[in-house]
T-cell receptor, first 114, second 112 residues
Framework: QKEVEQNSGPLSVPEGAIASLNCTYS??????FFWYRQYSGKSPELIMSIYSNGDKEDGRFTAQLNKASQYVSLLIRDSQPSDSATYLC??????????????FGQGTELSVKP | DVKVTQSSRYLVKRTGEKVFLECVQD?????MFWYRQDPGLGLRLIYF???????EKGDIPEGYSVSREKKERFSLILESASTNQTSMYLCASQTGGTDTQYFGPGTRLTVL
């Protein structure tokens, strides 16, 4: 089992819809969770971090964390064509993960159609 | 704002050359990381450093070495470049408080 798994994509949604990106992780001791957005040919940029169970909202983005289910998700409301990118889930601080190393998922490619 | 810079956006080298990739951060972060990213393989950790002169191997250290002589600067060295080291190289800097990593713009290295 991969340490961090994301839905494989590509995910295609119409403009204005809600995009839902999912991520599961294997280490129950993980403490910190991140979503990065990466445009083609560019480096990842942080869009959300979450550390405790529940929802965290920032503008059109909502991150959801459920540690019991080892699941973290990202919702993008009112999706725009500019949201088209690959979204990377990253997890750190697990039982066997020393220090601040991040473990990244493979990424989910999102395409928002006008 | 956190600023992480990398010495080159694009680099073309010949097989067997020694290659230096530099990363500089301006936020006094202790932790710095080097990754490579390849299609279908995702981000893979090459080396990381928790402090000046400290380094730890990541998942794929073979063929690479690193240097951290100053806190703000973390260098990746390809001792003898090979074609299979053609990749996008990403440096990241990390704040200890929140574990957040901030990435530089990346260096697209091509080894011919």
């Amino acid at each position: 089992q991969k340490e961090v798994e994301q839905n494989s994509g590509p995910l295609s949604v119409p403009e204005g819809a809600i995009a839902s990106l999912n991520c599961t992780y294997s280490d129950r001791g993980s403490q910190s969770f991140f979503w990065y957005r990466q445009y083609s040919g560019k480096s990842p940029e942080l869009i959300m971090s979450i550390y405790s169970n529940g929802d965290k909202e920032d503008g059109r983005f909502t991150a959801q964390l459920n540690k019991a289910s080892q699941y973290v998700s990202l919702l993008i409301r009112d999706s725009q064509p500019s949201d088209s990118a690959t979204y990377l889930c990253a997890v750190t601080g697990g039982t066997y993960n020393q220090g601040g190393k991040l473990i990244f998922g493979q990424g989910t490619e999102l395409s928002v159609k006008p | 704002d956190v600023k992480v810079t990398q010495s080159s956006r694009y680099l073309v080298k010949r097989t067997g050359e020694k290659v230096f990739l530099e990363c500089v951060q301006d936020m006094d972060h202790e932790n710095m990381f080097w990754y490579r990213q390849d299609p279908g393989l995702g981000l893979r950790l090459i080396y990381f450093s928790y402090d000046v002169k400290m380094k730890e191997k990541g998942d794929i250290p073979e063929g690479y070495s690193v240097s951290r002589e100053k806190k703000e600067r973390f260098s990746l060295i390809l001792e003898s470049a090979s074609t299979n080291q053609t990749s996008m190289y990403l440096c990241a800097s990390q704040t200890g408080g929140t574990d957040t990593q901030y990435f530089g713009p990346g260096t697209r290295l091509t080894v011919l």
